[in-house]
């Protein structure tokens, strides 16, 4: 439950920074301009990357109350000169990683800095995850100094976010350019070498079971899908029609009219 307006944060979605019952969360509300299908894309983004184990946030259902929102008067969003209120309810909520008053998240860090990021091929496999579900976004990510899995030393971990995009938003589509889902700085596929080094993402892709689709859609709140159950069935049996189409539009992505894989030969 939301108990504290801590930002609000940069972003078409126009999100919110709260603070909850259960930490801190990047708050995307149903009535954003964006689309509510931004959320169910949202969702179903976070179930599928947790299957393939891309670092991404844990997400959450946030409830906003009324009370919530008779507190915090800021809460709300603007349409060019119109205000768009928040409506009470269940919303989006991206896990915050860690305390916003101590912890120092960053969009960018230098270059430098980029090459020791622990987990860099995260931004390998999420292009293949990209692909497959028609990012249209660039690929978005954050950083932070966290204490390093088996071990005691601290060092960068990356963080995949914003996933509003998939299916192109909320167009519930599937547009292809070879360009769709690269990150902004191509270094980051310096250890790509071929489509082999797109394993085990791309495997599990295409052998990805319904299985985790169901449970995806059994999670989401019948308020974000009412009157479109239709169409997102259909958009998903899509989406599981076109896994065999990864490895080529991976492949494609040297066609662009800057290629991001530098040492493919």
Same mark, same amino acid.
């Given at each position: 439950?939301?108990?504290?307006? /801590?930002?609000?944060?940069?972003?078409?979605?126009? $999100?919110?920074?709260?603070?909850? %019952? +259960?930490?801190?969360?990047?708050?995307?509300?149903?009535?954003?301009?964006?689309? @509510?299908?931004?959320?169910?894309?949202?969702? /179903?983004?976070? *179930?599928? #990357?947790?299957?393939?184990?891309?670092?991404?946030?844990?997400?959450?259902?946030?409830?906003?109350?009324?009370?919530?929102?008779?507190?915090?008067?800021? =809460?709300?969003? @603007?349409?060019?000169? $119109?205000?768009?209120?928040?409506? !009470?309810?269940?919303?989006?909520?991206?896990?915050? !990683?860690?305390?916003?008053?101590?912890?120092? *998240?960053?969009?960018?860090? !230098?270059?430098? #800095?980029?090459?020791? =990021?622990?987990?860099?091929?995260?931004?390998?496999?999420?292009?293949?995850? +990209?692909?497959?579900?028609?990012?249209?976004?660039?690929?978005?990510?954050?950083?932070?100094?966290?204490?390093?899995?088996?071990?005691?030393?601290?060092?960068?971990?990356?963080?995949? /976010?914003?996933?509003?995009? =998939?299916? %192109?938003?909320?167009?519930? +589509?599937?547009?292809?350019?070879?360009? &769709?889902?690269?990150?902004?700085?191509?270094? *980051?596929?310096?250890?790509?070498?071929?489509?082999?080094?797109?394993?085990?993402?791309?495997?599990?892709?295409?052998?990805?079971? +319904? $299985?985790? /689709?169901?449970?995806?859609?059994?999670? #989401?709140?019948? &308020?974000?899908?009412?009157?479109?159950?239709? &169409?997102?069935? &259909?958009?998903?049996?899509? #989406?599981? @029609?076109?896994?065999?189409? *990864?490895?080529?539009?991976?492949?494609?992505?040297?066609?662009?009219?800057?290629?991001?894989?530098?040492?493919? @030969?």
């Amino acid at each position: 439950m939301a108990r504290r307006l /801590i930002r609000k944060m940069r972003g078409g979605a126009q $999100a919110h920074l709260l603070e909850t %019952n +259960d930490g801190f969360y990047v708050v995307k509300f149903l009535g954003n301009p964006q689309h @509510r299908r931004i959320l169910v894309n949202e969702w /179903i983004s976070s *179930v599928i #990357l947790g299957y393939l184990q891309i670092a991404a946030p844990e997400v959450a259902l946030v409830e906003v109350t009324q009370e919530f929102l008779r507190e915090n008067p800021d =809460v709300g969003m @603007r349409l060019g000169t $119109a205000h768009l209120a928040v409506e !009470p309810g269940w919303h989006f909520g991206s896990r915050y !990683p860690g305390d916003p008053a101590t912890t120092a *998240v960053y969009d960018f860090v !230098p270059e430098a #800095l980029l090459a020791q =990021v622990n987990n860099l091929s995260d931004f390998g496999a999420c292009l293949v995850f +990209d692909k497959w579900m028609a990012n249209t976004d660039g690929r978005q990510a954050v950083f932070f100094r966290a204490r390093l899995k088996d071990s005691r030393k601290m060092g960068f971990v990356a963080l995949m /976010i914003d996933h509003g995009f =998939v299916f %192109n938003g909320p167009h519930w +589509d599937f547009p292809e350019s070879p360009v &769709q889902g690269i990150y902004a700085r191509p270094s *980051v596929y310096d250890g790509v070498r071929s489509l082999d080094s797109f394993q085990p993402w791309l495997d599990q892709i295409i052998h990805f079971p +319904d $299985a985790v /689709i169901d449970r995806a859609l059994r999670q #989401l709140p019948p &308020q974000w899908i009412a009157g479109e159950e239709d &169409q997102l069935e &259909q958009l998903l049996d899509r #989406l599981m @029609r076109r896994r065999r189409r *990864v490895p080529d539009l991976i492949a494609g992505a040297r066609s662009g009219k800057s290629n991001p894989f530098a040492n493919w @030969r």
